[in-house]
């Protein structure tokens, strides 16, 4: 059972305890706390997130989440709660906000072992699901495996090894997606893009795709289309290709983006998630990392 360090701190007269070696424990802590300069209100912070995280793991989603959320606005940065966010949503059925979740937490910081994990395993997840679909597989659904954290500095923050998932199947290897097809798909997407050739571009993505924010397949392609004959001129540049995952049937590259037309110029970092549809390479999924 931790701690509960709020309680201990709002209490705004002299502590009258008696000294029961549960008590005598609560009093060393604070010691720490104030030996290693931890505020009061950072003490209390703590509390109510792994009181959050108790929550997680009791299935208690709901709860959790309002708990996160007004804890979020005290903390508006917080990577952990990012985190628990995302692990929440996914949890409800809802992979497409915890990525977005996620994705939004990377723009602050591109370091962060626990968030790639989680958001490579999204990734993962929903490709199968997108594979599966394509091929009229009905399966049983397979778990989330995703990493709720206990304390608000629990996300470490080191450079991530981009190795890849490795299949279970040891005959899937061979067969694997290589990062130069993906080069090379991916390039052809930006080139048909560039010269606005609009059939081979809109061709390039999986059947009936489609963003969060438009509702149907049609409506998205009359957007692009609109958005992309109205250019004069656009250039596309990629780079810095890397693997974040590949399986027989899935790939997950990330890229450097820059983009410029007559009135708009950015530079991004993109993911794009590539599934392999009756032997031919769709895009599946198209993500921004700012």
């Known amino acids: 059972m931790p701690f509960q360090y709020n309680k201990i701190y709002n ?5 009258k305890i008696k000294m029961n070696f549960s008590n005598y424990i609560k009093l060393c802590t604070l010691a720490l706390f104030i030996t290693m300069g931890i505020s009061r209100a950072d003490a209390s912070n703590e509390s109510i997130f792994y009181d959050s995280y108790k929550l ?9 989440e309002k708990v996160l959320s007004n804890l979020q606005k005290l903390l508006p940065n917080n990577i952990e709660i990012f985190n628990n966010l995302a692990v929440i949503e996914a949890e409800k059925g809802n992979i497409e906000e915890a990525i977005k979740i996620l994705t939004k937490s990377l723009s602050l910081n591109q370091n962060l072992n626990t968030i790639y994990s989680n958001l490579t395993n999204l990734y993962a997840y929903r490709a199968n699901i997108l594979y599966e679909q394509a091929l009229d597989i009905d399966n049983e659904q397979k778990p989330l495996n995703l990493i709720a954290v206990d304390n608000l500095s629990k996300v470490k923050k080191t450079v991530v090894e981009n190795k890849g998932i490795t299949s279970q199947n040891k005959k899937e290897v061979s067969q694997s997606i290589t990062l130069a097809e993906i080069t090379d798909f991916t390039n052809k997407w930006a080139a048909a893009w560039q010269s606005k050739n609009i059939p081979e571009y809109l061709n390039l993505y999986k059947e009936g795709y489609y963003t969060n924010n438009i509702k149907s397949n049609s409506e998205w392609k009359k957007d692009r289309e609109k958005k992309i004959k109205n250019k004069d001129k656009i250039v596309i540049n990629l780079s810095n290709f890397k693997e974040i995952f590949s399986s027989s049937h ?15 110029k950015d530079t991004v970092i993109k993911h794009l998630l590539i599934t392999k549809i009756n032997n031919e390479l769709k895009i599946s999924g198209e993500f921004v990392i700012r």
């Open 250 to 264: 899935s790939f997950l590259v990330a890229f450097t983006q820059s983009y410029e037309s007559s009135k708009f």
């Open 56 to 64: 997680i793991n009791e299935g208690k989603f709901e709860e959790a």
């Open 11 to 15: 209490k705004n007269k002299v502590l």
